[in-house]
């Protein structure tokens, strides 16, 4: 190995790579920048957390009602398939042939009855099982694999795999605990109380490419205080602020967090009064888009769920859909939208809600704003990646709360992020 | 609603009922191109309908779309919504719409263009924003062309961030 003595002539070697940054504050009420823009980390998050202990969301159910029936998506960096693969079966496999490592399946979605490579045809069953290698046995007895090769031994990277109430849910760990048990009693209540066991259905999907960092995302949910702010339009009509009754709950490693409110009425008070922005006086040529009717038990309308690390589960009034994070690096991830509802809505219920999905998706009258201030964070954080984020609305502590002024489910999932990224 | 151009027989009639229609689109695009959001819903009949829909989303029947509006007042709305209520980084786009195919039918004629529109921020390169297939219907309202349905079906899934203005 070279010395350090020439920096400029000096090969780049594994062990050159400089380790991940070291967070040097205690607690969370600071994020260091770097935690943004830093590659080490990120390839180090990729493996402790995106293929650690932790539940991915996959699909909806609804997506592949019959055997045979599958969809592609990536779940970290790695594609896989997603397939029912019997009656009551549903398998995740890795998307990268067992030979050569091709990312065979190249639709989004279809119908098969083996999952076949291209390249040289190797040929698997639906549970990922190595079932056809061509010429296995040569050509007129001249070639083929060696007499010790065993067909068993080369299937497809399986995912262990949960379907809970309809959601598809898989994990690259043997010591993940049971999508339950990881969840935690108090967020299962939050999960089942729009998860509840009824049939779900596909309304459509939105997909757009945020140029920021994945932890970004789960902050901007994670964080009440911006959105009694940049949404304007939220805000104006009384869909979500400040002053009305509401909660984050946060489950006891932190990493899980929700925001639960209630709809008000479009009013202006002392609270709209500290917004420079407010539009007291606007008012809707058609305001079919706030046709809102109260569908689940208990008085919140929002019920705003990050799971930690791969998905948002949002109930936002009528709206319904989950946000997968796909990871693209540090600095930028893919926003895969699956708008859904239930199988047995009428169809009133089903256009309120596509109406509603106006006011989400990469054009959304509050998320493209979302979008927008995520870029514009990652562009302050890259150049300065020693400085740091202040997470000190509500103070310091981590602990739920019955009010939206508060940062504290972000300081929860740092404190959750620095354990298992041991930083 | 009155008798349509293209139901009358003839070259000539077709002639101008296509200049029409490209008139229709210039000022259109033209509107659009300039940020004169407060014009874009008088393009549209009271009833129109205006959909931006993921490809995929169309292929499969799916109703959602990323941008939907089911009046003129809802085209208001979004309009007021960009200008009044949402917050995104200075842009410009520009929208390239290609060969229009121009036939009548009873209900009025059906226009269908390609169009790709190329979003630029500030200090940045510019990049494709949406790039899809336009089929339109267009019907005579008060002495003028209007839009009854536009529908925006875009292949360019992945949004880069977000879809801000309208197509
Ligand atoms: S790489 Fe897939 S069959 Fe050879
Ligand atoms: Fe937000």
């Keep these: 190995m070279s010395t350090a003595s020439s920096p400029a002539s000096r090969d780049v070697t594994q062990q050159d790579r400089p380790a991940p940054k070291r967070w040097t504050g205690d607690g969370t009420s600071q994020v260091p920048y770097w935690v943004y823009s830093d590659e080490e980390t990120y390839r180090r998050e990729l493996e402790r957390i995106w293929y650690g202990p932790h539940w991915l969301y996959c699909a909806l159910e609804a997506e592949i009602p019959k055997v045979g029936d599958f969809k592609t998506t990536i779940l970290g960096e790695k594609p896989v398939i997603v397939v029912r693969s019997a009656e009551d079966e549903i398998s995740v496999v890795e998307n990268r042939c067992a030979h050569r490592g091709v990312k065979f399946c190249q639709s989004r979605s279809g119908h098969t009855k083996d999952l076949l490579c291209p390249y040289h045809q190797w040929a698997y069953d639906l549970r990922g099982e190595l079932i056809g290698v061509p010429f296995r046995r040569g050509v007129r007895r001249q070639g083929g694999m060696p007499a010790d090769f065993d067909t068993a031994k080369h299937g497809l990277r399986r995912l262990r795999v949960e379907v809970v109430n309809g959601v598809v849910w898989a994990t690259f760990s043997d010591d993940t605990p049971p999508f339950r048990e990881y969840l935690g009693e108090k967020f299962w209540k939050h999960y089942t109380r729009v998860y509840d066991g009824r049939k779900l259905e596909v309304l459509g999907y939105n997909r757009q490419h945020i140029p920021g960092n994945w932890k970004l995302m789960m902050e901007n949910i994670k964080d009440p205080y911006h959105a009694g702010l940049l949404h304007v339009f939220f805000v104006t009509f009384g869909l979500f602020r400040a002053d009305q009754k509401s909660a984050v709950d946060i489950d006891e490693t932190g990493r899980h967090g929700i925001l639960i409110s209630r709809k008000g009425a479009q009013e202006v008070n002392d609270v709209t009064a500290d917004m420079r922005n407010f539009q007291g006086d606007l008012k809707l040529a058609d305001p079919r888009i706030l046709d809102v009717v109260n569908e689940f038990p208990g008085d919140e309308t929002v019920g705003m769920i990050t799971i930690f690390p791969s998905v948002i589960l949002q109930q936002q009034v009528n709206s319904l859909t989950t946000r997968q994070i796909v990871p693209t690096g540090a600095g930028g991830f893919d926003f895969h939208w699956t708008h859904w509802c239930y199988a047995d809505d009428t169809p009133e219920m089903k256009l309120r809600r596509t109406r509603q999905a106006n006011l989400f998706g990469p054009a959304g009258f509050v998320s493209a704003d979302d979008g927008e201030v995520i870029e514009m964070c990652q562009q302050g954080f890259a150049a300065s990646p020693d400085a740091e984020a202040l997470v000190t609305m509500g103070g310091h502590d981590i602990a739920p709360t019955d009010h939206m002024v508060t940062e504290t489910a972000i300081r929860g999932m740092y404190r959750y992020w620095r354990e298992v990224m041991g930083l | ?167």
Excluded at chain 2, 57 to 75: D, F, I, K, V
């Design chain 2, 1 to 167: 609603m009155s008798t349509l151009t293209m139901d009358r027989p003839g070259m000539a009639a077709d002639a101008a009922l296509r200049a029409r229609v490209r008139d229709f689109y210039d000022a259109y695009y033209d509107a659009l191109d300039d940020v004169r959001l407060e014009e874009w819903p008088d393009f549209f009949t009271a009833e129109c309908l205006y959909r931006v829909v993921p490809r995929e989303n169309h292929e499969r029947g799916y109703m959602l779309c990323t941008m939907q509006a089911e009046s003129r007042g809802m085209l208001q709305d979004r309009v007021t919504g960009l200008l009044k209520t949402q917050m995104y980084a200075p842009r410009y786009y520009r929208r390239f719409p290609g060969p229009l195919r121009v036939t009548a039918g009873t209900d009025g004629i059906r226009a269908r263009h390609n169009l790709l529109m190329v979003q630029t921020l500030i200090d940045q390169q510019p990049n494709i924003v949406l790039c899809g297939v336009c089929h339109d219907r267009l019907v005579e309202d008060a002495e003028r062309l209007r839009l009854a349905e536009r529908v925006v079906v875009f292949d360019s899934e992945m949004i880069a961030n977000s879809l801000i203005y309208p197509a």
